[in-house]
């Protein structure tokens, strides 16, 4: 470990030495000083809104903050792997459910959408490339490279390629996460007409071990030592790909320029096409029955398979009142949708079709009263799924900014909540006496940038709940109420930062049917300063975390879902992460410690149930973006 640090800051002394010696002569030739940074801005859009235009990141803010057992951004925990493993909310998000769905969401944090591709934009188009590499060893590593090039006003085309490649620590614990995405778009020479082809796929290996047989274990820096605990499975594994192929088309009454700020068009027809395949896929050739209990049909193996088809068409029309798209007050968008799912559920067959309208008002950032309004009803297996959700926010300009929310959404369960099969074999059927699931959510957010001040309360109100326990999935026979503040307030003397979050949501009703940590605490505290001359942007720190103690759920690996459990309390140990990142030009780096507070106690924590996660460990990582 000393001699890994000591390399690390010898290569950085050694890299900005030389910058330094570059500025010097540039300095000598040009006859003035020159400073050294970001020179090239790179600038972004995406479908969900072609005509908004966005600056990419690149600061060093949560750069070396990719530790998913403890994700800051989306408060999320893996099942103690380092990267990829199914996910475990600590803070409830809402999400639109609308309409048909299987259910299988355990890696959703992991895969490539077509909504999350940026389009990118740079000056002279000139291409764009950015790489990314982290690890901690040979064995667990992270591997993105994302490159886009605009070949002329008409023509652009990008590739995006993620690979997650763990081994893990404990037996059983292998994931493989592969992401594939490549865009192209089309322009005519006026800019009316945008058109915009994706491919996308992902595809995720992971070797489930069902979890340690003990509720402690007193861990080793050795690896051996953590794959002679014992697990409940040496077999289990879910196989999950996804295929996408879509086509969406814009039509423009006046051209449009996605690097312009403004536009004169003032209204778009849209039209979208694709074809989605997902295959899930859970096998154990040699099923414990103390994991899978009832569900342990066939001693010499179980198996789920699920194929999904979906081929959707959606029209939507949207119109600027009073301006352009991008400069009106107001503006109008109305869609429908049309969802035909074919799915093979072995050993049943189904085809089902989604008919859905829906309608989106709102105005542009850039005036001081916003408000973004969205309504969805969807006709789904005879049933009516309902949606509405709304922003109304105000800028108070050196006073902060004040927004309310709510959401209103009722849709019908998961084909997993309401049926599952294994091995050929119908462990449930709950078609007939499961409701719609009902939730309302409602509250408000106040910020103030001047001081890093951010205050957000929340109430939501679930009700038919749908969880899983011991004996399989269950709908809550009451309402779940759930109270959720968070504030975070960010200091800064000096060169000297202080960034804090703090999260209280205590479960008002229902907590037998719903589980999260009542206070989650972070905190970052860093240096963060120009060096050498401006050379280098250098950031050293260290990263706090603890949530209080809860009896966090289990995973269930048959039906990719988090079920209740009264066994195991989890007492989280405070987590302490010290780290080291720059910047010089477009070249990030960062190395940090993860949990060393291994040190103290000698103990390896728990993110889940029986889910322990790995020891003190040293991960670095660095990103490169280019414009050749």
């Not at 049309?338 to 049943?348: A, G, K, L, R, T």
């Amino acid at each position: 470990m000393k001699y890994f640090l000591y390399i690390t800051v010898l290569f950085l002394f050694s890299t900005a030495n030389t910058l330094l010696a570059q500025q010097k002569i540039a300095t000598k030739n040009n006859n003035k000083r020159k400073i050294l940074g970001d020179t090239t801005t790179v600038y972004y859009t995406q479908l969900s809104n072609p005509t908004l235009v966005l600056p990419l990141d690149a600061s060093l803010d949560n750069f070396e903050e990719i530790d998913p057992t403890w994700n800051e951004k989306e408060n999320f925990a893996t099942l103690g792997g380092l990267l990829a493993t199914p996910a475990l909310d600590r803070y409830y998000q809402s999400k639109s459910k609308g309409g048909f769905r299987v259910g299988f969401n355990q890696f959703d944090h992991y895969k490539l959408e077509r909504e999350s591709i940026k389009y990118y934009e740079v000056k002279d188009h000139r291409p764009f490339t950015e790489l990314y590499y982290s690890q901690i060893n040979q064995k667990n590593n992270f591997v993105k490279a994302d490159f886009g090039y605009r070949f002329n006003d008409n023509i652009y085309i990008g590739l995006q390629y993620d690979l997650i490649n763990q081994n893990g620590f404990y037996t059983q614990e292998k994931v493989r996460n592969q992401n594939v995405g490549f865009a192209l778009r089309v322009k005519t020479n006026d800019a009316r007409y945008h058109g915009y082809f994706n491919f996308v796929t992902n595809a995720i290996k992971y070797q489930d071990n069902g979890g340690i047989t003990s509720d402690t274990i007193i861990g080793d820096l050795v690896e051996a030592a953590l794959l002679n605990v014992n697990t409940y499975s040496n077999s289990a594994q879910s196989n999950y790909n996804t295929t996408n192929l879509t086509y969406s088309q814009f039509w423009y009454n006046k051209g449009v320029d996605s690097l312009k700020q403004t536009t004169n068009a003032t209204n778009e027809w849209s039209h979208k096409i694709s074809y989605q395949f997902n295959r899930y896929k859970f096998f154990d050739n040699a099923p414990n029955p103390d994991i899978y209990g009832d569900a342990a049909v066939n001693p010499r193996g179980l198996r789920v398979f699920v194929r999904h088809q979906v081929l959707e068409n959606e029209v939507g029309y949207r119109q600027a009142l009073g301006g352009s798209l991008q400069e009106a007050p107001l503006w109008l968008k109305a869609y429908v949708k049309h969802s035909w799912n074919i799915v093979y559920q072995q050993p049943q067959n189904y085809q089902i079709h989604n008919f859905s309208v829906g309608a989106i008002i709102q105005n542009n950032p850039q005036y001081q009263f916003k408000y973004h309004i969205e309504g969805q009803a969807t006709s789904v297996e005879s049933r009516l799924d309902l949606m509405l959700k709304a922003k109304v926010g105000y800028d108070l300009k050196k006073f902060g900014y004040l927004q309310g929310q709510l959401l209103f959404q009722r849709y019908q369960p998961s084909l997993i909540d309401r049926q599952l099969y294994v091995s050929n074999e119908l462990i449930w059927d709950n078609n007939s006496n499961f409701s719609q699931i009902q939730e309302f959510n409602f509250g408000g957010k106040y910020t103030l940038p001047t001081i890093g001040f951010e205050a957000e309360l929340l109430n939501h109100t679930f009700t038919n709940w749908i969880y899983y326990d011991s004996l399989g999935v269950q709908q809550a026979p009451s309402s779940v109420n759930l109270l959720q503040l968070k504030i975070k307030q960010n200091f800064k003397v000096w060169k000297f930062h202080l960034d804090n979050e703090v999260i209280w949501q205590p479960t008002l009703a229902g907590k037998a049917y719903f589980r999260v940590p009542e206070l989650l605490f972070s905190h970052n505290f860093y240096l963060q300063s120009e060096v050498f001359n401006k050379a280098m942007l250098l950031k050293i720190g260290v990263r706090f975390r603890y949530n209080t103690a809860y009896y966090a759920n289990g995973y269930d690996p048959l039906t990719g879902n988090f079920f209740i459990q009264n066994r195991q309390l989890i007492d989280m140990t405070p987590r302490i992460d010290p780290y080291i990142s720059f910047r010089i030009w477009q070249f990030r780096f960062f190395v940090r410690g993860e949990n060393v507070l291994y040190f103290a106690n000698g103990e390896n924590y728990f993110t889940a149930y029986r889910r322990p996660i790995h020891n003190f460990v040293v991960r670095l990582g660095v990103s490169w973006r280019l414009f050749d």
